[in-house]
């Protein structure tokens, strides 16, 4: 395979992969900003790593990212790239941006973007880093990923007014949040809205005992609010509905937030970040450096190997799994 041995970079590439999240535009704005300061050139490619394989880039200037830093989506678009998974897929891919004249990668994306550009810095030398962005939160390394604040705000809201309709209705209620594999998104908005219960990916559902407690406080309070995080090992919030049914008899109601979590204008904290680490990452790649995960932790940066944070599994923090203990 072709590499790239040569470190002076002066044009860069980014893109915006997987599942999009609020503040990934703030994240563009900061590259292309600080790209234009160090004058590196900075080209956007459309629909993620897909864009790499059809070369669909678009210009970035100054004007090209003017208003876009408090609107969610990605103004590059963005998708799940099976071809990229290949590494057919990405020497193609490594071609054409030789041939384009791009020598690194600034790749906005979660787990299976941090693999991909992995796997292509490996092969190939192409100089990436990435800018963690995913409303799940789920990156090894990185205490925060882009959208996350934003997608727990917006579940947050979400479960504060169910909770006026339960209280009327005298009513149970699951809340079904995203987080395909990781419990933080149900963790931080169920704690945070004075949810009965948590169900998380991480804890097996006990799930005669859940619909235990849950008749008990029944009896008591009327009203019962769980939020369910969608990776949960039971199924997901319908199906445990239904199991409470089937074990209790009582009925009970089911909202699944969905894709709304994933929209929305980013909350300060996601635009302070995606902005710090954008600027750091062109920095970095400027001084020659590359093969990193731009993440934050204890509110500083942290340049997390590619490998690590593209390999291994992030564990949630145990103190803040205690604190499902106090919601009931
Ligand atoms: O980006 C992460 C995420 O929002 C997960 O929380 C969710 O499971 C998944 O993406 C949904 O992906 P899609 O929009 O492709 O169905």
């Known amino acids: 395979m072709d590499v790239m041995n040569d470190s002076t970079v002066s044009k860069i590439a980014v893109l915006t992969s997987g599942g999009d999240s609020p503040g990934m535009n703030a994240a563009i704005r900061g590259v292309v900003r600080q ?13 993620g790593y897909q864009g790499l394989l059809s070369n669909d880039y678009t210009p970035l200037t100054r004007e090209s990212v003017s208003n876009i830093i408090h609107l969610g989506g990605s103004i590059l678009t963005s998708s799940r790239c099976e071809e990229f998974r290949e590494p057919q897929g990405r020497e193609k891919a490594f071609k054409n941006c030789r041939a384009q004249g791009i020598d690194a990668l600034i790749v906005i994306g979660g787990n ?4 991909g550009a992995f796997l292509l810095q490996k092969e190939t030398g192409m100089k990436s880093i990435v800018l963690p962005g995913t409303i799940d939160n789920d990156i090894y390394g990185s205490n925060w990923s882009i959208g996350f604040d934003t997608a727990v705000n917006t579940a947050l809201e979400s479960v504060d007014r169910i909770r006026d309709t339960a209280n009327a209705m005298e009513r149970i209620f699951f809340v079904e949040v995203m987080g395909r594999h990781c419990g933080n998104i149900a963790i931080h908005a169920g704690v945070a809205s004075g949810a009965d219960y948590v169900v998380i990916p991480e804890i097996p559902t006990e799930i005669d005992l859940l619909c235990q407690e849950i ?4 009896q008591t ?5 769980i939020v369910v995080s969608e990776g949960d090992d039971f199924g997901n919030a319908h199906k445990i509905s239904q ?11 089911v909202t699944n937030l969905g894709h709304v979590q994933r929209g929305g204008s980013p909350t300060s904290r996601d635009r302070f970040f995606a902005t710090a680490t954008a600027v750091a990452a062109v920095n970095d790649l400027a001084e020659g450096k590359g093969g990193t995960l731009m993440g934050v932790a204890q ?3 942290v340049r997390v190997p590619l490998e ?3 390999n291994k599994k992030k564990s949630l923090d145990h103190s803040f799994l205690k604190l499902l203990d106090l919601q009931h």
Do not use: M, P, Y
């Open 35 to 47: 790209g234009l300061k160090r004058g590196i050139e900075v080209i956007g490619c459309r629909h």
């Open 112 to 115: 299976g973007s941090s693999q």
């Open 308 to 310: 690590k944070a593209a």
């Open 215 to 218: 008749k008990q406080d029944a």
């Open 299 to 301: 509110n500083s940066l």
């Open 243 to 253: 199991a409470l049914f089937e074990k209790t008899g009582l009925k009970s109601w």
């Open 221 to 225: 309070k009327h009203t019962v609010l």
